[in-house]
């Protein structure tokens, strides 16, 4: 069985976009897989790798690292089961993979960063605080002035694929798709360690990150 090495947190929260998105694309894909939680200050458990991130996915005869590289691995080796429905499909997936990580998560990140300490503890808890606030050169609370100038941002960056679904019900089209589950990953990621209030209830993209919630039983 397929193992993959998921990022956690306190009470075995699993909060990694990246992590979300190989889970959803096994999910509707229905491959059976298992996963491994592992904690920032577990690094010995992903040891084998010679990588410091998550996921991995450890398969028959290997290992594969990377989101991305993990979603064409399984597109690649489950033939009836592909992730990619054409060229255009994965071109535009990547494209979303690209856009989400480089422009999305770095907006979201300034709106919850205050608050992923609360879904971790002990040494986590303090790895994180430590290397973030090295990265941002400050304090992770320094962003809280601009959450609102934030959160409108992220409303407006978001506003193309929000006609989108509002044409077709899903990023992919009339049914959900690896594009969804590759945007879907951040939002899952916001409402798992935040109380911000992201978008309105009254959003197509709220009303289609519920649906790929039920779809996606999580």
């Known amino acids: 069985m397929l193992k993959l090495y998921d990022l956690s947190g306190k009470n075995d929260l699993r909060f990694s976009p990246p992590c979300w998105v190989v889970k959803i694309c096994l999910i509707h894909r229905q491959i059976d897989f298992e996963t491994e939680p592992v904690k920032f200050s577990e690094k010995d458990k992903i040891q084998f790798s010679n990588q410091k991130l998550v996921p991995i ?10 989101s991305w590289d993990i979603i064409n691995w399984i597109d690649q080796n489950y033939n009836n089961k592909k992730i990619f429905l054409n060229i255009s499909s994965k071109n535009f997936s990547n494209f979303l993979y690209l856009w989400t990580s480089r422009q999305l998560l770095p907006i979201l990140f300034k709106i919850i960063a205050h608050e992923i300490p609360n879904v971790l503890e002990g040494h986590d808890l303090d790895y994180f605080i430590r290397t973030r606030e090295e990265r941002i050169k400050g304090p992770i609370t320094k962003f809280i002035p601009e959450i609102s ?19 077709n019900g899903y990023i992919s089209g009339k049914e959900p798709g690896v594009e969804d589950y590759i945007f879907f990953g951040n939002f899952k990621w916001v409402y798992s360690c935040s109380s911000c209030y992201l978008l309105d209830e009254c959003d197509p993209i709220y009303n289609w990150y519920r649906r790929i919630h039920k779809i996606t039983n999580l």
């Open 57 to 66: 996915l450890k398969h028959q005869t290997g290992f594969v690292c990377d």
């Open 149 to 167: 100038d934030n959160i409108k941002e992220f409303r407006k960056l978001i506003s193309p694929i929000r006609k989108i679904i509002e044409i």
